[in-house]
């Protein structure tokens, strides 16, 4: 089985510069996860989709990151403009049985530098 | 506000050496409770996690962890530590009462001599 794919791996732009990053969960996983992972630090949601509903975007920073899951399968999450302080690992994760299990299955992130 | 917290960033252990690592959690409630692992260069996975029943769970690879209500702890332990143990550890939990969102310790690194 296929687990969660995102791209890319790495990413280096200035600041102001648009990113945008893209998951893949695993087939049949309806919770897709946005998580921001600061160096030293443990992952922090950002948002969590059911299907294609937003159902927790509050620790989202609205004026510059949107996400979609338009057909309720693979996820982007964009920054516009980006900001010194956005370089982190964004992880994506999938899980099938909805958010009460916390039972999740990670991506290996997308690492931002924002120079 | 909900929090988790992991009581050593790093730590250094000689192989067979045994291994605990500390997590404590802020809610009164109901709560699910996990550890992730996350080996150099892969990606977060989980190692154990805890429902319900025996306070005492036992994951993957040796690892094993005990829930504590009245001390809020889910520390996390292995009698003896190899070196392919390297890795970074993570403590989870997660509430009802919070909406059931994972909140995540900041983590543990920990490292095996060999």
């Known amino acids: 089985e296929a687990g969660v794919v995102q791209s890319p791996r790495y990413k280096i732009i200035e600041k102001k510069q648009p990113v945008a990053f893209w998951c893949n969960p695993i087939s049949g996983h309806n919770t897709l996860y946005w998580y921001l992972q600061n160096l030293g630090q443990g992952p922090e949601l950002l948002i969590r989709y059911e299907n294609e509903e937003a159902v927790d975007d509050s620790q989202l920073p609205k004026d510059r990151f949107s996400a979609e899951r338009l057909k309720g399968v693979d996820s982007t999450l964009k920054i516009q403009p980006a900001e010194l302080g956005d370089s982190a690992v964004y992880l994506c994760?999938?899980?099938?049985?909805?958010?009460?299990?916390?039972?999740?299955?990670f991506g290996e992130g997308s690492r931002l530098t924002v120079l | 506000a909900q929090s988790v917290s992991q009581h050593n960033h790093h730590v250094i252990l000689s192989e067979a050496a045994s291994l605990e690592l500390g997590c404590n959690y802020s809610?009164?409630?109901?709560?699910?409770l996990f550890w992730y692992v996350q080996y150099p260069g892969q990606h977060l996975q989980l190692l154990l996690k805890?429902?319900?029943?025996?306070?005492l769970v036992k994951g993957i690879k040796g690892f094993e962890a005990e829930f504590i209500k009245s001390k809020f702890s889910f520390n996390l332990r292995k009698p003896s530590v190899q070196w392919s143990d390297t890795a970074e550890y993570f403590c989870?939990?997660?509430?009802?009462?919070?909406?059931?969102?994972?909140?995540f310790g900041a983590g543990t690194i920990l490292r095996v001599k060999s």
């Open positions: 994760a999938s899980s099938s049985r909805g958010s009460n299990t916390g039972e999740l299955f």
């Open positions: 805890y429902f319900s029943g025996d306070p």
């Open positions: 809610y009164g409630g109901t709560v699910n």
């Open positions: 989870a939990v997660n509430a009802q009462e919070y909406g059931n969102k994972l909140v």
